[in-house]
């Protein structure tokens, strides 16, 4: 069977961050039993998966992100019984189940830890990156923290240092142990057994670091690492030896060799990395992952020539590997936010779900992003984020992307909750709730539903191949498809009509049923700001 066969080749993902899907107790928390009542929603858009952001026991100091057993529920989110029964209602509606798997770090707290620190000698002494000082007693190198400072933390019991790309209470896991690559695959194996369709694994690059410690060198002046903002001095160093050794490789094939005795399961691999197209298809090609998420459409930058140059690299770079696309996540500002230059919400969000459907790829939408909603703005004294805490005000952390979902317009906290909700629930959200736009046929939600369902219907746009028009000011435009089964897309992004010339041979006729206008005029592109067209020869 082909990669091009399975169902995951051109799927749309939805992501789910469960503190703030659902709260089915009135504890002003997200939980499973949450998500599982709200699955109608998701299988009416269409999704052909929910990625669950980590739901496993944690002191919850980055939200989850942070496990301290990785093969049971956190009881803030509910029982091994209600994450069984929402696989059970995914799998009735035909949705798969994918959740986030954190392999690279645990909690201070976890059990593995606690016994590691105890001592030089016990029998997980070297489960966790642990190094002498030097002889001044600074850390061994200049390598830093994502969250702030240095990767490098001193523990007084054992006079060493342990290594953590992020919070310090995040002590990052020792690769180069195959007791410790068996350990997380084991605990992969206890989710497949329980149903689970795949996994998102986080900071995927991440597991494996230099073993001869050598410090990263500076980058190049006026650069910057990718997905990092600037303010945070992680951005400044080219991350050479801290992360993508070449020796994650051989766990990736072990870690799909256990995901092949499942059939049908996937893997997505979150990868940050300055060579993000080489590492992607470095990390995908043979029996690694399946797919990896790129974040390059994530950041600031939105003009069209930069989303062609995006598309270029990717497709002289990537070569056969199949690329996961989103704009949205818990990670980033929203994108009806953060590219708010575009235009109106509700001009450009059913825009840039047409272009990110329309990608040579799999896509993830996050949750509220089919409700066009903005990102919140959470005030210092209610941040919760541990990143915002350490950066702000210069970067104010991800709070502003994790607000609660609003299902009701009119109810307290956009029918979230009937407690206090974690985060608060911002006017401007609620009044884009999911009651208050589904009876509108030109809602943003519906017009993400026409799409998306549509989209499903066109195999040149699930899994054909990918063409680009040349580079312009105001229109991103290329081909999908093979043969006789070829699909022109084009993307208005300004707020100025556009023509442009196609240059394809042969007659196009624009194709209907997606929501969309834009027309074919002769040999011409034409379309209104902030619209796009389909067209077939």
């Known amino acids: 069977m082909t990669a091009h066969s399975e169902w995951w080749a051109g799927a749309c993902i939805y992501q789910i961050y469960p503190r703030s899907f659902q709260d089915s107790n009135g504890d002003g928390i997200g939980d499973l039993a949450g998500i599982t009542q709200r699955l109608d929603h998701v299988a009416s858009l269409g999704a052909d998966a929910v990625w669950i952001s ?29 994450f069984d029964a929402l696989v059970a209602r995914a799998h009735a509606l035909k949705i798969k189940v ?61 006079q060493q240092y342990f290594m953590h790309n992020f919070l310090a209470s995040q002590p990052d896991l020792n690769f180069h142990n195959p007791q410790v690559q068996d350990a997380v695959l084991d605990a992969a194996k206890f989710w497949l057994e ?22 990263n060198p ?31 490789l051989a766990f990736l094939q072990r870690f799909r060799a256990l995901c092949d005795r499942y059939p049908g399961t996937t893997t997505i691999g979150e990868i940050g990395d300055d060579n993000e197209y080489a590492t992607l298809r470095a990390y995908t090609t043979g029996a690694r992952l399946h797919m990896a998420y790129t974040f390059n459409l994530m950041t600031e930058r939105h003009e069209p020539r930069y989303v062609h140059q995006v598309l270029t690299e990717m497709l002289a770079e990537a070569g ?44 993830c939408l996050y949750q509220g ?5 903005p990102e919140a703005v959470i005030p210092y004294e209610q941040i919760q984020d541990p990143y915002g805490k350490e950066m702000w005000p210069e970067f104010v952390g991800r709070d502003g992307c994790r607000t609660p979902m ?3 317009a009119a109810a307290p906290n956009g029918g979230f909750t009937t407690g206090t909700p974690w985060l608060p629930v911002p006017d401007a959200q609620r009044r884009r709730a999911v009651d208050a736009q589904s009876p509108q046929p030109a809602s943003v939600l519906n017009r993400y539903r026409a799409f998306l369902h549509w989209r499903a219907t066109q195999p040149s746009l699930v899994r054909g191949a990918m063409a680009l028009l040349p580079a312009h000011d105001q229109v991103v435009a290329f081909t999908r498809g093979e043969g006789v089964d070829r699909l022109l897309c084009a993307f208005n992004l300004s707020d100025r009509p556009a023509r442009v010339a196609h240059g394809l041979p042969g007659t196009w006729q624009a194709v209907d049923g997606h929501g969309f206008g834009g027309r074919i005029d002769g040999g011409e592109i034409v379309l209104e700001p902030q619209e796009a067209v389909f067209a077939r020869p």
């Open 320 to 363: 056969d590997a199949w690329v996961c696309w989103a704009l949205n996540n818990h990670d980033v500002v929203r994108v009806a936010t953060r590219w708010a230059g575009l235009g109106p919400a509700e001009r450009v969000a059913p825009l840039l779900v047409g272009l990110l459907g329309s990608l040579r790829g799999s896509i």
């Open 218 to 248: 500076p980058q190049p002046p006026g650069q910057y690492a990718v997905g990092v903002p600037r303010a945070n001095p992680y951005a400044m160093q080219r991350h050479l030896y801290d992360k993508t050794q070449p020796e994650n």
């Open 98 to 158: 994918l959740i986030d798997l954190v392999i690279s770090h645990t909690s201070k707290d976890h059990p593995w830890f606690i016994e590691s620190r105890a001592s030089r000698d016990n029998p997980k002494a070297d489960w966790y990156v642990w190094v002498d000082p030097q002889p001044d007693g600074s850390p061994p190198n200049n390598w830093l923290s994502l969250f702030g400072g240095s990767a490098w933390q001193f523990d007084t019991r054992r």
């Open 194 to 215: 329980r149903g689970v369709d795949g996994f998102r694994l986080d900071t995927v690059n991440f597991y494996v670091h230099d073993s001869q410690l050598r410090s």
């Open 54 to 82: 980590p739901f496993f026991r944690s002191p919850m100091r980055d939200f989850g992100y942070d496990v301290t057993d990785y093969c049971d529920v956190d009881p803030m989110f509910g029982t091994l019984a209600d």
């Open 406 to 408: 609003p299902w009701s």
């Open 369 to 373: 992003e089919e409700l066009g909603l």
